[in-house]
């Protein structure tokens, strides 16, 4: 068995929350290793919906040790929302879950700065969530943070914790926001969420160090998606932290010798949400009648996901940024019912084609997406469970974005469920989870 990263190919929402729960089955831990609340997964086990925002989905598999690791920003309030929900549905979560004493904690205060620079006249707004995710990785990069083993050291926490009243404070008076934080009351609330987290809390990277040194299999679970990444993504429209593979090392404390394969998560077509630049948008009845097939709505906030074609130079930038073993292919019943189906298969900018990805956002706006139009199937996919069983035309589509990409599909998901996968046989992703 390996240890395999599992992360989106895309701009997140791929469908990673009911992969990672379907392959946790084959391994003794799950981490997830970056991102915070703003990032959800959702997972159907029968009639039972499940939304994690903070804890691996392989928390719903019994006797599997689920992480969150070093890389994750915590908002206990919301962590500890997330566990008495899973408490009331029988899952043993105290248990199976351990929280890494470095991973930094988010506050009120952070939440506050996040909404006040969002409304900034002169920033470009990213569209965030204002959960406080940026400004408490922001502290994490500028040494000024708070991590749960500071908060857990109660003498040590209240000084931190003034400080960083006082220099959230300052920001907010010299902006006019209104303070009307009872900082006491909140100091006091926070050291008893420290309380209820210390059972779980332990030196992770120590913890899966050991776990693999004793050969048990490690399944690392991305947040987000490669086109989100602060480094890799469509600055400045991403995510404060490393959601692509490298950040499954840095934000777990493994080390990159030990991971054995790569698997990314890419819906049939694509999917934004907030601001920034989508090259394959449509923005016609067609975009809207994805959206309405595929649910396309946020699982954390309810906004609607901007909708549009694969893209085959996206893809092919995510995989030379992740090196791709494999590729899942999610929602292929989405496009059921369609006639054509556009694929983006090359970019052109200011008038010339290339094959790079823009490194900034007005030449990604200035992108000119190349099409090639596939037939449709016009018949519905749920509830097949093998390639061959596929409509012919349902099968030329992902052997054409597997020749385009250069990546093999070696699974391919028709719904929501666990039985609605098909692990494609002989396949490098077969071979990574025997």
């Not at 992969?19 to 003794?28: A, G, I, N, P």
């Not at 902006?175 to 969420?193: H, K, N, S, V």
């Not at 048990?216 to 987000?224: D, Y």
Request: hydrophobic share 40%; proline share 5%; with cysteine.
């Amino acid at each position: 068995m390996s240890n395999l990263i599992v992360l989106g190919a895309q701009w997140g929402d791929e469908g990673k929350g009911k992969m990672v729960d379907l392959f946790s089955e084959k391994f003794d831990y799950v981490v997830r290793y970056q991102g915070g609340h703003n990032a959800g997964h959702t997972v159907y086990v029968g009639a039972q919906k499940y939304v994690l925002k903070l804890i691996p989905s392989g928390i719903l598999r019994p006797g599997v040790q689920a992480v969150i690791g070093n890389g994750v920003v915590i908002d206990p309030a919301a962590l500890l929302d997330e566990i008495a929900m899973l408490d009331k549905l029988g899952i043993a979560v105290e248990k199976q879950l351990a929280i890494s004493n470095r991973a930094h904690v988010i506050f009120p205060m952070h939440r506050i700065v996040e909404k006040m620079s969002e409304a900034r006249k002169d920033r470009t707004a990213i569209g965030t969530t204002s959960r406080g995710i940026g400004p408490a990785y922001e502290d994490k990069i500028s040494r000024r943070g708070i991590r749960i083993a500071d908060l857990l050291d109660t003498d040590n926490f209240r000084k931190l914790f003034a400080v960083m009243v006082e220099d959230k404070k300052t920001i907010a008076d010299a902006f006019g926001i209104p303070w009307d934080l009872d900082t006491d009351a909140l100091r006091t609330q926070y050291e008893g969420f420290a309380e209820r987290i210390r059972p779980m809390v332990r030196d992770t990277s120590f913890l899966l160090r050991d776990a693999m040194n004793a050969n048990k299999p490690v399944l690392f679970e991305g947040a987000q998606g490669t086109m989100l990444d602060i480094d890799h993504g469509t600055y400045p429209f991403v995510t404060s932290s490393s959601a692509a593979a490298g950040g499954a090392c840095t934000g777990a404390g493994v080390p990159p010798t030990r991971i054995d394969g790569v698997v990314g998560v890419s819906k049939a077509y694509i999917t934004r949400v907030g601001g920034g630049p989508f090259p394959t948008e449509d923005h016609t009845e067609m975009g809207e009648r994805i959206r309405a097939a595929g649910k396309e709505f946020g699982a954390v906030t309810g906004r609607p996901r901007r909708c549009g074609w694969f893209d085959v130079p996206l893809l092919k930038y995510t995989t030379a940024v992740n090196g791709f073993d494999s590729l899942i292919i999610t929602k292929l019943d989405v496009l059921d019912e369609l006639e054509t189906i556009p694929v983006c298969v090359a970019y052109k900018v200011n008038g010339k084609l290339t094959d790079e990805m823009p490194a900034t956002n007005s030449e990604m706006e200035s992108i000119e997406a190349v099409y090639e139009n596939l037939p449709g199937w016009h018949c519905s996919t749920r509830g097949l469970t093998t390639l061959d069983a596929l409509p012919a035309a349902a099968r030329t589509y992902l052997d054409f974005l597997q020749e385009k990409t250069g990546v093999e599909v070696g699974c391919v998901s028709l719904g929501p469920e666990r039985s609605e996968t098909i692990i494609v046989p002989g396949s490098k992703l077969e071979k990574l989870l025997a």
